[in-house]
């Protein structure tokens, strides 16, 4: 062989090594066998999150207690309250009141429930100075209030007992016509 066809098959060697090391092992040009660097791979230089969607809390279902609008009776309404939080959800719910026709709140206009404790079957409901410095019922008022909120924390099948207080302390009555110091059980009678 001259050496123009040393040259040129030298040169044919040098380019088909440069071709097969830009292969892998499929033998497709110009893909590697390793995976991209961050610095090859623009995606991953970015901090990118999959967003998640937050868990929804357990559910049960109450009823919840409320006078019917002659005062009569106690007719229900059956909510979702979260599990983790029920009987707090429940007095809240049962203090904001209902939409639901023939039936009507009975708490007074801002009044908080502020704190839930359970001892074995009693639960005893803490109510802001609210309760009991702007109700304006009378006897059978201050009845279907106390009704109201012990059938409804005791549709919780543990509990039996239900102390009301208010600041933290227990209270005699609530408008002078109920005696309060104690707790009471489920009565009977007024629900329809």
């Known amino acids: 062989m001259d050496m123009t066809g040393k040259a040129a098959a030298a040169a044919m060697m040098a380019s088909l090594l440069l071709l097969t090391?830009?292969?892998?092992?499929?033998?497709?040009?110009?893909?590697s066998s390793k995976p991209p660097t961050a610095a090859e791979n623009p995606a991953q230089k970015q901090n990118i999150t999959?967003?998640?969607?937050?868990?929804?809390?357990?559910?049960t279902e109450v009823k919840l207690y409320f006078p019917n609008e002659e005062g009569d009776s106690l007719g229900s309404v059956k909510?979702?309250?979260?599990?983790?939080d029920k009987y707090t959800a429940?007095?809240?719910?049962?203090v904001s009141g209902t939409?639901?026709?023939?039936?009507?709140?009975?708490?007074?206009?801002?009044?908080?429930?502020?704190?839930?404790?359970?001892?074995?079957?009693?639960?005893?409901?803490?109510?802001?100075?609210?309760?009991?410095h702007k109700f304006i019922g009378g006897s059978t008022?201050?009845?279907?209030?106390?009704?109201?909120?012990?059938?409804?924390m005791t549709e919780f099948p543990e509990i039996e007992r239900v102390?009301?207080?208010?600041?933290?302390?227990?209270?005699?009555?609530?408008?002078?016509?109920?005696?309060?110091?104690?707790?009471?059980?489920r009565p009977t009678g007024l629900v329809q």
């Open 90 to 94: 429940a007095a809240k719910e049962l």
């Open 99 to 132: 939409k639901e026709p023939g039936l009507t709140g009975i708490f007074p206009k801002g009044v908080k429930v502020l704190g839930v404790k359970v001892e074995g079957n009693l639960v005893t409901i803490d109510f802001s100075k609210e309760l009991t």
């Open 79 to 84: 909510v979702s309250v979260p599990v983790e």
């Open 21 to 31: 090391a830009g292969c892998e092992e499929t033998g497709k040009p110009g893909q």
């Open 141 to 152: 008022g201050e009845q279907m209030l106390v009704s109201a909120l012990v059938n409804t």
């Open 50 to 59: 999959v967003p998640t969607t937050p868990a929804v809390p357990a559910q």
């Open 163 to 185: 102390l009301i207080t208010v600041e933290g302390e227990r209270i005699e009555t609530i408008a002078g016509h109920l005696d309060t110091s104690e707790p009471f059980t």
